[in-house]
């Protein structure tokens, strides 16, 4: 009590980016684009996929960090000095004795605090034609759990890009009774165009939650381009916000309401509807 974020609505927002090799100059972004968001009343704030650096794959171990680190270590100055909650999109972290690195994302709280740390279940491993070839499992290694993380904004899950594709996982964070749903991203135009909304609203809908998910966009240092079109989603699937491919940068936010998404889970009583006697707690 008494922290100024007990309430039944709030402001939440995405920040959409075109990370590069240079990881001082990709802070400076995201620390620009996060005090713009808290300018906007944002309480909540996440970044997209791999924001404080992306590079070619051999070179993720150079780069790699522990957790906490020197981008934590930023990240959390930051949201303390504005006094919010931050989902730092993710960053390439250091595995010990191990030349593969985690896809990781760090949930700070308004005192600077790492409240979770989430690890990519799920890694992109794709060979399209006329699609990027992308091969994460070669220098990613899969994490472990799910993982959410309660807030007085609501418990929020985090999940990260190609987790989208598989809704067991959405499905298992609501028996963890989430709210909100992150899922910083850096979603590959090509798949893009054609699935990127569709899997965003159908996970807010089929789950009743509410869904941010910041984007990556442009060319990135793999030589292929990301979708952009960053989005807030609301648990009737309807977008209330969008940053597009051609807006570039920025920052979207809308408002939550806990109290709206209440009264749509008792009307809709989806969630309760599931045949748990077929299909089990999971």
Not at 92 to 118: C, H, Q, R, W
Not at 203 to 211: G, H, L, P, S, W
Not at 222 to 229: C, H, L, T
Request: charge should be positive; include cysteine; aromatic fraction near 8%.
């Amino acid at each position: 009590r008494g922290t100024g974020f007990e309430m039944e609505k709030v402001i939440v927002a995405a920040v959409q980016m075109n990370s590069g090799p240079d990881k001082e100059k990709n802070i400076d972004t995201a620390k620009r684009l996060i005090k713009i968001a808290c300018q906007r009343g944002a309480k909540l704030v996440i970044l997209p996929e791999l924001f404080n650096w992306r590079g070619k794959p051999e070179d993720e171990r150079r780069f790699s960090e522990t957790i906490p680190g020197k981008t934590t270590k930023i990240m959390a100055k930051i949201s303390a000095s504005l006094k919010i909650y931050l989902l730092a999109g993710s960053i390439t972290e250091t595995i010990k004795d191990n030349n593969k690195t985690y896809n990781s994302s760090v949930f700070l709280g308004p005192s600077g605090d790492i409240m979770a740390v989430y690890r990519k279940l799920h890694l992109f491993d794709a060979a399209m034609m006329g699609c990027p070839t992308v091969k994460e499992p070669e220098s990613k290694e899969r994490g472990k759990e799910v993982v959410a993380v309660d807030t007085p904004l609501g418990k929020i899950g985090l999940t990260i890009c190609y987790d989208l594709r598989f809704p067991e996982l959405y499905r298992r964070l609501i028996k963890e009774e989430v709210k909100i749903v992150g899922i910083p991203s850096a979603f590959t135009f090509d798949t893009g165009k054609v699935h990127w909304e569709v899997l965003v609203r159908a996970r807010a809908i089929e789950n009743q939650i509410y869904v941010i998910a910041p984007n990556q966009f442009g060319k990135n240092p793999m030589g292929y381009k990301d979708f952009g079109n960053s989005l807030i989603v609301d648990p009737w699937g309807k977008v209330l916000a969008r940053q597009g491919q051609e807006q570039g940068e920025g920052v979207i936010t809308a408002e939550i309401r806990l109290d709206y998404q209440d009264k749509l889970r008792r009307f809709f009583p989806v969630l309760k509807n599931i045949r748990r006697d077929i299909w089990g707690d999971d």
